[in-house]
């Protein structure tokens, strides 16, 4: 029997927790909302002792249970010694847009004094400060529709088959910020920017000419073929430990040229190993799709 997976939902006030919450249901996941962390342990005997095969757990936890944010370590590292699969996941988002929902839905923040919300997310980012630290994926909801968010998680929790592992390779731009989902980041800023030049400033880096300028750079091939090497060592060894959901993100200054060009090579070369579960993101050119082969 496969191990038990347990996911742990927290994350701040109006950065989606009920949505996600609602898409793992919807997954198979028994979810328990506001169940008290210290009785997480006794669930998972009572389910032994009963025989479930309930083997997919997801438990909600928020600012509800702030009396056993203390003993959040040791209560985790009692689960994690049991046969199971334990991953955290935190939802985040920017202060203003957290403020505008709480706005929009008219709700008041669970720590606001006096309707001061943004004091209340100050305090709430301080107690949740070593959860988020342990999380395994951070997920930043702050430019991501309900549906997006939906999308996202069936991609990262839907069921695939044993030993095969998702991988999304994503192009950004510094300017925005690094993906926070991030297992691994490359930062191509070194390489000689098409932005400068006439005739390809306005193009992108999925445009033939732009992708043959970039690449005719020696230094351009030497990296590559470094990233491949690196990705050759590490995927294998994730997979063997059970990792499902594998993040690299390449990112440049503006996210339309050189990591664009960077990303798919990188995506298409993935598919031609064999890894059958690719998709590429392109943030900064609002494009994804899944990968289903390419040059090498």
């Known amino acids: 029997m496969s191990k038990r997976k347990i996911v742990i939902v927290t994350?701040?006030?109006?950065?989606?927790?009920?949505?996600?919450?609602?898409?793992?249901?919807?997954?198979g996941y028994f979810c328990v909302d506001n169940l008290p962390v210290d009785l997480a342990p006794k669930l998972i005997e009572l389910m032994d002792a009963g025989g479930t095969e309930l083997q997919k757990i997801a438990l909600i936890i928020d600012l509800r249970q702030r009396r056993f944010f203390p003993r959040y370590s040791t209560i985790l590292d009692s689960l994690e010694?049991?046969?199971t699969s334990l991953e955290i996941l935190f939802l985040d988002a920017r202060d203003e847009v957290l403020i505008r929902r709480f706005s929009e839905t008219r709700r008041q923040h669970p720590l606001a004094v006096d309707g001061d919300v943004i004091e209340g997310i100050k305090k709430e980012r301080a107690e949740l400060k070593e959860i988020r630290d342990r999380a395994y994926r951070i997920i930043d909801t702050s430019d991501i529709?309900?549906?997006?968010?939906?999308d996202d998680i069936k991609k990262i929790y839907g069921d695939v088959r044993s030993g095969e592992l998702q991988i999304q390779v994503n192009a950004f731009g510094y300017g925005k910020g690094i993906p926070l989902e991030s297992d691994l980041v490359f930062d191509v800023r070194f390489l000689p920017n098409p932005f400068f030049v006439e005739q390809l400033k306005e193009k992108d880096g999925r445009n033939s000419e732009v992708m043959e300028w970039i690449l005719?750079?020696?230094?351009?091939?030497v990296f590559i073929e470094k990233i491949y090497d690196l990705l050759n060592f590490l995927l294998p060894l994730y997979i063997k430990e059970g990792k499902q959901y594998f993040t690299v993100s390449?990112?440049?200054t503006g996210g339309r040229h050189r990591s664009v060009v960077i990303a798919s090579l990188l995506a298409n070369r993935l598919v031609t190993q064999g890894y059958?579960?690719?998709?590429?993101?392109?943030?900064?050119?609002?494009?994804?799709?899944?990968?289903?082969?390419?040059?090498?």
């Open 145 to 150: 529709t309900v549906h997006e968010l939906r």
């Open 250 to 252: 390449v990112g440049c």
């Open 276 to 296: 059958h579960n690719v998709r590429l993101k392109l943030r900064e050119l609002g494009v994804e799709s899944r990968v289903k082969g390419g040059g090498s």
């Open 81 to 83: 010694l049991r046969d």
């Open 216 to 221: 005719e750079k020696p230094v351009t091939g």
């Open 11 to 27: 994350g701040l006030s109006g950065s989606g927790k009920s949505t996600v919450a609602r898409t793992l249901e919807d997954l």
